[in-house]
């Protein structure tokens, strides 16, 4: 079965913390996953992708293929990156978890 | 361009009338995806569409929905009757050869 799991509904953290949204996916294939954010009242955007390995406003993610797991991290959070965070996996269809709200407190 | 367009932005209506949320993709694109996002379950793919093709309908509640996508740059979705469950966002997305994902601003949609 395809799916994407995102565990935490609700993250929040004080401002300058660490943090990891968790993501775990089910795919037999080769995946090719991503991170989605809709910061309130906007559209949802991409953040990130594992095939390009970059690091956006701070946030990494890395492939780990024996835990299957996608999770994001950013070492020092900021409000500003209060926001849904969906990790999706591309098979013939995008598949989308069901998100994790993270609050940045300051 | 002006990304995926959705119309109306917010839709407030009564039990058991019919709902119609219109979706227009960025140019070019020929897969269109329609989504519905409710704070109990998240993000879900009701039906996508290749070239205009229905491929996969699966998340698609019930009879009540439809979707069509008569051609390349216009897509509906549609309740009837709607009922008060079938209040939640529900967002477009469009992409070319199921890439990166553009999604519109979302329809807001209340059933009373």
């Known amino acids: 079965a395809q799916r994407v799991t995102q565990p935490e509904k609700l993250l929040s953290v004080f401002k300058g913390a660490p943090v990891e949204l968790k993501c775990n996916y089910s795919?037999?294939?080769?995946?090719?996953l991503f991170w989605y954010v809709q910061y309130s009242r906007q559209r949802l955007q991409l953040l990130l992708r594992?095939?390009s390995r970059e690091s956006i406003k701070g946030f990494t993610a890395d492939l780990n293929k024996g835990e299957t797991s996608f999770h994001l991290k950013k070492p020092f959070a900021q409000e500003e990156d209060s926001a849904m965070y969906y990790c999706?996996?591309?098979?013939?269809?995008?598949?989308f978890g069901t998100g994790t709200r993270l609050q940045v407190f300051p | 361009d002006a990304g995926v367009i959705q119309s109306p932005r917010h839709e407030v209506t009564e039990m058991g009338q019919e709902v119609t949320l219109r979706c227009k993709p960025i140019?070019?694109?020929?897969?269109l995806f329609w989504y519905r996002q409710t704070m109990m379950r998240g993000l879900e793919l009701l039906i996508y569409?290749?070239?205009?093709?229905?491929?996969?309908d699966s998340g698609m509640p019930e009879d009540r929905f439809s979707a069509k996508m008569p051609n390349a740059s216009f897509s509906t979705l549609k309740i009837q009757p709607s009922e008060p469950r079938d209040s939640a966002v529900y967002f477009c997305?469009?992409?070319?050869?199921?890439?990166?994902?553009?999604f519109g601003s979302g329809t807001q949609l209340s059933v009373l």
């Open positions: 997305a469009s992409s070319l050869n199921d890439e990166k994902l553009f």
């Open positions: 795919y037999s294939g080769s995946p090719e």
């Open positions: 594992h095939i």
């Open positions: 999706a996996l591309l098979t013939d269809k995008l598949i």
């Open positions: 140019s070019g694109h020929n897969s």
């Open positions: 569409f290749n070239n205009n093709v229905p491929i996969d």
